[in-house]
């Protein structure tokens, strides 16, 4: 674990740029096009200019979720005319000489921003004099930046996804098919004696990703045919193909609903992500003074594009004592004795609740829609009877419909803490609630590995022992000596404690939600594990929740 120095880390992040470049997959002409649309044509990161519309990125990089393609595939093929879902020319026949010659070398046809550059300039003035010398941070709010990373490991994932306030998109576990021959390798370790064990247990896990995918299929197969899956109306395809896609689609993401429990934190993956002029500033000086590399390294290859779409925001960020001393661990000062639960079951643990969450919630609406203080409506509230108050609280959810996602703003006033032990897969997915204050400890096989029922029941359930076995073993040589790149070898199967403070409106939101339709059977049965316990001690929640206590389906 170190940091490498400012000049080298510079060096590296150049020469990724550099030979990209060299390797670029692109035409002469297709490079110039991406020029006008990204900051680098063929950089593992970089950000989405102007002339990109919100939509039109936000399209393709949505698109991560169920397609390993860059980005900047698609924007060369909405550029050429066509769909890039299946490759079809659009009405509007495009191609890229068409869009250079009219819209980039044509005078009267230039970007229309260029008439603003004068404003450009007294604009970056603005934001360097009241955002960098006098700290007043909110102007930053008003930028607002999208970027792209390709080729990072899901570890580093996990750090970009952490920040609340940034809003991301990742490739998909359920619905990607990972590559199984690429994978991170951590110059530390490989430089070690450990480094062939660490490459033989990560390529181990990748060859049993690979090994267990047709036996899920298989499984899956014959527990829905396709001619049940037609005649029970899982599709609305008219023709056989049509049909047959969406059979096939299915299958797929059932069986890698299972299988990605297989895979390691070093798997790559893509990510798009937005963020603030404000954020960036945060975000590149805590990954420049990350102990991971790899983070280090990405957080200069962001530095560098972030520098081209706004410059005078990022201008004081940089590599910050007091954020690499807290990502560090405080050198040790905080060890204490680990303590691990006795079994490696999921569950759900209350750690803070407010037994007088009812009158709280109660005594709020009535201070909103009234007039006095809120020790007079908490008073009030505390004199109704229980099955007044109840019955008021129903009245707020008496017209809510399937889109009305939030319920009244009085039930953020009241926070619950709960401890939910998961598996990193599920982690992945109840960590994107930005509404929620996350407490996150490194990974751990101590806490022992996940197996699906549906894995028992195909027999995958050795392979999985086996990679957990296999995972523990490096693990435990490697915990002490690498104490944080350790973690590119656990498994997706991998248990783990998550905390989450949040307010009851969230809880609302966060179990709807991850109980609904296309949902994944392992947050399923975290959120049913978190009502459970919340409900033991506030039970007027089962009137107000709508939780879905159906056994999750299939999905597409």
């Known amino acids: 674990m170190s940091l490498i120095p400012e000049d080298e880390l510079e060096r590296i992040a150049q020469k990724i740029i550099r030979d990209s470049e060299r390797s670029s997959k692109w035409s002469w002409l297709q490079r110039r096009a991406l020029k006008y649309f990204v900051t680098h044509p063929d950089a593992p990161v970089y950000g989405l200019l102007h002339p990109v519309r ?16 860059d980005v900047r595939d698609h924007l060369i093929d909405f550029a050429s005319g066509q769909a890039s879902a299946a490759g079809r020319i659009d009405k509007i026949k495009g191609n890229l000489q ?50 792209v990373a390709n080729n990072i490991s899901q570890l580093v994932a996990r750090e970009l996804a952490f920040d609340p306030l940034i809003s991301f998109i990742e490739q998909s576990t359920r619905y990607v098919h990972f590559d199984s021959e690429t994978f991170y390798r951590d110059p530390e370790i490989m430089a070690s004696d450990l480094g062939s ?10 060859q049993a990703y690979e090994k267990a995918l047709p036996i899920a299929k298989r499984w899956f197969i014959s527990k829905m045919p396709f001619e049940r899956f037609v005649e029970e109306g899982h599709t609305n395809k008219k023709t056989l ?34 963020m603030s002029g404000r954020e960036e500033e945060l975000n590149i000086s805590k990954w420049l003074s ?18 081209q779409l706004s410059p005078s925001l990022i201008k004081y960020a940089g590599r910050d004592p007091y954020y690499a001393d807290m990502l560090a661990g405080y050198d040790g000062a905080f060890n204490a004795e680990n303590h691990f639960e006795p079994d490696s079951g999921k569950y759900a643990r209350l750690t803070m609740i407010n037994h007088d969450a009812l009158d709280e919630v109660v005594a709020f609406i009535m201070k909103r829609l009234n007039h006095g203080s809120l020790e007079h409506f908490r008073k009030l509230a505390s004199s109704m009877p229980y099955d007044q108050k109840v019955a008021l609280l129903k009245r707020t959810v008496e017209k809510r419909g399937e889109k009305n996602e939030h319920l009244d703003e009085a039930f953020r006033n009241v926070q619950i803490g709960v401890e939910i032990k998961t598996d990193v897969g599920a982690l992945r997915d109840l960590r994107r609630h930005r509404r929620c204050v996350k407490t996150e400890e490194r990974y751990t096989l101590r806490h022992g590995i996940y197996i699906p029922d549906s894995a028992l029941e195909m027999g995958l359930n050795p392979l999985f022992e086996e990679v957990g076995e296999k995972a523990m073993q490096f693990e435990e040589k490697a915990r002490d000596r690498f104490p944080f790149a350790y973690q590119y070898a656990i498994p997706m199967a991998t248990m783990f404690p998550l905390h989450i403070t949040m307010d009851l409106a969230e809880l609302a939101y966060m179990e709807e939600l991850r109980t609904g339709p296309g949902r994944h059977f392992s947050y399923h049965q975290d959120m049913h594990n978190v009502h459970r316990e919340v409900t033991k001690v506030l039970p007027w929640l089962e009137d107000i929740i709508r939780i879905k206590h159906e056994e999750p389906g299939l999905h597409k």
């Open 241 to 274: 193909r049509g049909q047959k896609a969406d059979y096939d689609r299915m299958i797929q993401g059932q069986a890698l609903d299972v299988v990605r429990y297989l895979l390691p934190q070093a798997t790559m993956t893509n990510i798009y992500f937005v």
């Open 54 to 69: 919100g939509e039109t990125g936000g399209a393709a990089g949505s698109y991560f979720s169920r397609n390993p393609r």
């Open 290 to 307: 990350h102990p991971l590399q790899e983070v280090q390294i990405f957080g200069k290859l962001f530095e560098i594009a972030a520098k």
């Open 98 to 147: 068409f869009f250079w010659n009219f819209f980039v070398l044509a005078p009267f046809s230039r970007d229309p921003s260029r008439f603003l550059e004068s404003g450009l300039k007294k604009s970056q003035r603005f934001f360097e004099f009241w955002f960098g010398r006098y700290g007043h941070k909110s102007v930053g709010d008003t930028v607002k930046d999208r970027f």
């Open 197 to 206: 064990e660490y490459e033989d247990t990560v390529r181990f896990m990748m």
